[in-house]
């Protein structure tokens, strides 16, 4: 299990801290928190997906003729991609993370810091961030467990002091990405995996955990914790939710100055991965 942690030194570069905040787990760790509380991103804190943030990233790689030909290779994937989103989640990730083939890892960190910065934290639910909060003030431990790129929520978790997380990690070959994803992928059972193998290590039961969620594909993920949330729970998920007489929580969507002006990242996006 890798366990990713987030820079405590603003402004470095996550590849110079990622070799002292990737750590064994379980060990260093104080163990006096009552449980933890795992949160996936796209669709539960935020409203953003994760196809958002692949274009905002190709739509922004250099020059117009760099972005032109990324952008391109996207659309010709499209048709791959809402086959993936009907039935494959981590075929879909797999997918997505193809598109970054041949950007050096600098500049996916660089534009990951500029994501978060300027478009994700003001696409957070104001609702999510007091239930982060609220739940740390009990002795629940946040961590991130996603299937968004580790270039991006490593400063997302920095600015929101959550120490742990668990994201895709893109393979790296001369400084430039492959286009391939580490294994786990985190989607569906790996990452109920993930998170069962994280609660051991910690020494923590999963009965004292909690997991929120959005989507249908994290029902493995909801399944394994004790106290299970669906939020803003997509047609499947809500079904599921009622007949296992979990709560649920609908979030309004946050106000925000949206994206690069002349890009409706919504309308764009909101037939592909939207949960």
Not at 31 to 54: C, E, I, M, R
Not at 144 to 160: D, H, M, N
Request: charged share 20%; net charge positive.
């Amino acid at each position: 299990m890798s366990v990713s942690r987030a820079p405590n030194a603003r402004g470095q570069s996550w590849a110079r801290l990622s070799g002292r905040s990737k750590r064994q787990p379980g060990k260093g760790v104080p163990h006096s928190v009552k449980g933890v509380a795992f949160y996936d991103l796209d669709g539960t804190l935020v409203d953003l997906n994760l196809v958002h943030a692949t274009l905002f990233l190709l739509a922004n790689l250099g020059e117009w003729s760099g972005r032109l030909k990324y952008l391109l290779g996207f659309a010709a994937r499209l048709p791959r991609l809402y086959m993936a989103e009907q039935s494959d989640r981590r075929l879909l990730n797999a997918v997505l993370f193809e598109a970054f083939k041949g950007v050096s890892r600098d500049r996916l960190e660089a534009l990951g810091e500029e994501y978060c910065e300027r478009v994700l934290l003001r696409h957070f639910y104001p609702q999510a961030r007091e239930m982060v909060e609220a739940n740390r003030a009990v002795g629940l431990e946040a961590v991130l467990v996603t299937g968004s790129p580790e270039f991006i929520i490593a400063p997302l978790a920095e600015r929101l002091n959550i120490r742990d997380f668990a994201a895709n990690r893109l393979v790296f070959s001369g400084g430039l990405a492959t286009g391939r994803l580490h294994a786990p992928v985190m989607a569906g059972e790996d990452k109920a995996e993930w998170c069962k193998a994280y609660a051991a290590a910690r020494q923590v039961s999963l009965a004292s955990c909690w997991g929120y969620a959005d989507s249908y594909y994290d029902l493995p993920f909801l399944a394994i914790v004790g106290h299970p949330v669906a939020v803003n729970p997509d047609r499947r998920l809500a079904a599921a939710a009622r007949s296992r007489h979990w709560p649920a929580m609908s979030f309004a969507r946050p106000q925000t100055m949206g994206g690069r002006p002349g890009l409706n990242w919504q309308s764009f996006t909101s037939g592909i991965g939207g949960h």
